[in-house]
């Protein structure tokens, strides 16, 4: 049996979240050759990229506790989302792209993107962990899928993390004899801008102005005084 049929599943209809995401082509986008560590980084760009298409959805799977949020997304994924491996070309789809083509199935990378994405949106912070697995290629980084810290202050992973992993029916991690993960932190920007100007620009003093408006006054000053100099030395 191949992976595909192992791990395939009869996914929901969900067409009730369809309105909730943009509406794409999926076209095809060449993004380069490299290895499994720039894939990583794809997956990292994609999500800062794409992660507002899924802000309303976030909305709704966000729960009270960080375990029942993180059990809530991979709910989605799982049951939402049929899989199916990459061949030669490895597919890194926006989750607007996914969800229009979940029942063609996609692979751990792109459920990486998804569950990455969600997170953001929430304000909760993970890594992309890659591993080797001793069954399956142990030379080889062959697996993908996204971490959660318990302590989201430190983001310290040894404290402990709960998994998303959309391609099992266990959501458990595999069993693996190597791991790196990268953290996936969104650019932020600060702002400020003169209140009530609208083109955000700050208003230019007119300097020269200024001083041409006052060149006359000045100048009669400095004729008066020089007439009471004249005056006193004669």
């Not at 794409?24 to 994609?46: A, E, H, P, Y």
């Not at 070309?89 to 969800?99: D, H, V």
């Not at 029942?103 to 304000?123: P, Q, R």
């Not at 083109?199 to 000053?221: D, E, M, Q, R």
Request: proline share 5%.
């Amino acid at each position: 049996m191949d992976i595909d049929n192992l791990l395939q599943r009869n996914i929901l209809g969900g067409q009730e979240y369809e309105p909730l995401f943009p509406e794409v082509s999926c076209d095809k986008t060449n993004l380069g050759n490299g290895n499994t560590f720039d894939t990583v980084r794809m997956i990292k760009q994609m999500v800062i990229k794409y992660n507002h298409q899924t802000k309303e959805v976030a909305k709704g799977l966000q729960q009270s506790s960080l375990k029942e949020t993180c059990d809530r997304i991979y709910w989605f994924l799982y049951n939402h989302i049929q899989y199916k491996a990459d061949g030669m070309e490895q597919m890194l789809r926006s989750p607007a792209c996914t969800f229009k083509q979940r029942a063609e199935g996609v692979d751990c990378k792109t459920y990486s993107i998804f569950a990455s994405c969600l997170l953001a949106n929430m304000g909760i912070r993970h890594y992309i962990r890659q591993i080797k697995q001793p069954s399956f290629r142990p030379d080889l980084f062959t697996h993908v899928y996204v971490i959660v810290p318990l302590n989201q202050e430190t983001g310290d992973i040894k404290q402990g993390y709960f998994i998303i992993d959309g391609t099992t029916s266990t959501n458990r991690e595999p069993i693996h004899t190597m791991a790196h993960d990268t953290e996936v932190n969104l650019p932020h920007f600060g702002l400020n801008a003169p209140k009530g100007n609208r083109k955000g620009f700050a208003k230019k003093i007119p300097i020269v102005a200024k001083k041409s408006t006052n060149l006359p006054v000045l100048l009669g000053i400095g004729a008066f005084l020089g007439v009471l100099f004249l005056k006193k030395t004669n």
